[in-house]
């Protein structure tokens, strides 16, 4: 199994180029089951979790052309003959149960395997099935399979009691093809929400106030195919504008959208970093600098995001003084305290609060990473860490940073991966 190794005490320095957003591509290339025609979506990253979902759609028996060198997948949905998801594929990946809204509304049947993903919580999945039986689905959960049938998914009304981001996906794609409108409230405000619904429009589809909680949809007899660029990933740029700032570094995220960063860049200027904006550019100095401990509570977009928490946390362990973290997303999601504490971090825990006092070093040493923003954290930490961090089980990191370690490398960082 791979391993990376990462020798502390460089200071990132220069441009990095930020990749399309996994956490969008996953839904867009579900979404492409609803057409008629191919659509080809392109700043597709490379990642594990891309590869796992061209499989599942050419299980389903989509045409599936990927094109990994320029970032591009086709999918002609045409072809399509089973709805089955199985679960040698879900199991491996959380945004596998974003098949199913689609195959119901196109296909009428689903059979989708109860998802995996980042162990970071329950993850229950009844808002989805709820949200589907408000169109007129008939679900039941048997022998760890979804399975959903419905003539045609008609129009409804879905208030979600909880904000869920898969389920506002889920509920919005069925919704497309259902026979009259649908009004979803407490819609979830993601980036990657209004990034899917770009692409549904292109394809023809009639969605109006993506991005706001409530988001009505007026079903239409088809979808086109259509071509759609992926959103930048903003958790990748996050991710990237921490190691500038914990390093006392100067980095410009390149091809980044500033505009879905918000509660990121606001708790980087209070860590201490300037932080500049312009157009597609970001970038963070805090050359000669060490952050100040900032508190943090994760929140819905636009709140702050817990797909960034890990890695705040990790900045906190070297910064001056103490902050807190308050997880209210996920409720097992500070695995990476264990291992951040075996690289000499103080953190004290209680229930969703995490208590971090900065120290002036960390020191390396072998850890494990438990998740994928676990194991970027764990990266950052080796950056600002004595000697050398060797991280394990970074399978974890390969499902959603693509080229982590020659990006980083090209900052100054000292990176390698070893088999
Ligand atoms: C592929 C993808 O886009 N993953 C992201 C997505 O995950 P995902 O879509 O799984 O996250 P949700 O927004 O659905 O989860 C939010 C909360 O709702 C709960 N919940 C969710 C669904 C449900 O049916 N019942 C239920 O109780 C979850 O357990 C969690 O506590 O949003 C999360 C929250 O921003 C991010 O951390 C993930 O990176
Ligand atoms: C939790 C994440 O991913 P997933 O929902 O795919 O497990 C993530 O991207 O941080």
New binding site residues.
């Given amino acids: 199994m791979d391993k990376i190794i990462v020798t502390g005490g460089a200071t990132l320095q220069g441009e990095v180029r930020i990749s399309g957003a ?2 969008a591509v ?1 839904p867009i290339l579900c979404a492409t089951l609803l057409a008629d025609a191919p659509v080809e979506v392109t700043n597709v990253p490379h990642l594990h ?1 891309v590869l796992t979902t061209t499989k599942l759609l050419s299980g389903l028996g989509a045409g599936v052309e990927h094109d990994v060198e320029n970032g591009r997948v086709t999918v002609d949905p045409r072809s399509v003959t089973s709805h089955v998801a199985p679960y040698e594929l879900v199991r491996t ?3 596998s149960i974003l098949v199913l809204g689609p195959l119901l509304a196109k296909y009428g049947a689903a059979e989708v395997s109860l998802p995996g ?2 162990a ?1 919580g329950a ?1 229950p999945v009844d808002l989805h099935i709820k949200a589907l039986e408000a169109l007129g689905a008939t679900i039941t959960v048997e022998h760890g399979f979804i399975r959903a049938q419905a003539e045609r998914l008609r129009g409804g009304h879905v208030v979600f009691e909880t904000i869920s981001v ?1 389920a506002t996906e889920n509920v919005l794609m069925a919704a497309t093809l259902a026979d009259g409108t649908t009004l979803i409230d407490n819609a979830a405000r993601e980036p990657e929400i209004v990034d899917l619904a770009e692409c549904l429009i292109a394809m023809g589809a009639d969605i109006r106030g993506a991005g706001t909680s409530r988001i009505e949809v007026r079903g239409v007899e088809r979808l086109h195919g259509a071509t759609h660029a992926v959103v930048a990933d903003r ?1 990748e740029t996050g991710t990237f504008l921490v190691a500038a700032a914990m390093t006392g570094g100067r980095v410009t995220a390149v091809g980044a959208r500033p505009d879905t960063l918000g509660a990121v860049i606001e708790r980087l200027r209070h860590a201490g970093a300037t932080v500049e904006i312009d157009c597609d550019r970001i970038t963070v100095d805090m050359q000669g600098r060490r952050p100040r401990a900032i508190d943090i509570v994760t929140a819905p977009h636009p709140g702050f995001p ?2 960034m928490q890990a890695q705040f946390m990790a900045m906190n362990c070297v910064a001056e003084g103490t902050g807190t973290i308050d997880e209210t997303i ?1 409720e097992n999601r500070f695995m990476h305290v264990s291992e951040l504490m075996r690289l000499g971090a103080e953190i004290d825990i209680d229930g969703p609060r995490a208590s971090v006092h900065g120290v002036e070093r960390l020191s390396g040493a072998p850890v494990m990473a438990t ?3 676990a194991s970027a954290s764990l990266i950052l930490a080796g950056l600002v860490a004595d000697g050398d961090t060797t991280i394990d089980r970074i399978y974890h990191l390969d ?2 940073y693509e080229h982590i370690e020659r990006k980083l490398s090209g900052l100054g960082a000292r990176i390698r991966r070893v088999k």
């Fill in positions: 996994k956490n996953l979790d990946m959380r945004a993903g980042c970071i993850r898969g958790i817990t797909d996920f998740d994928l923003r499902r959603g």
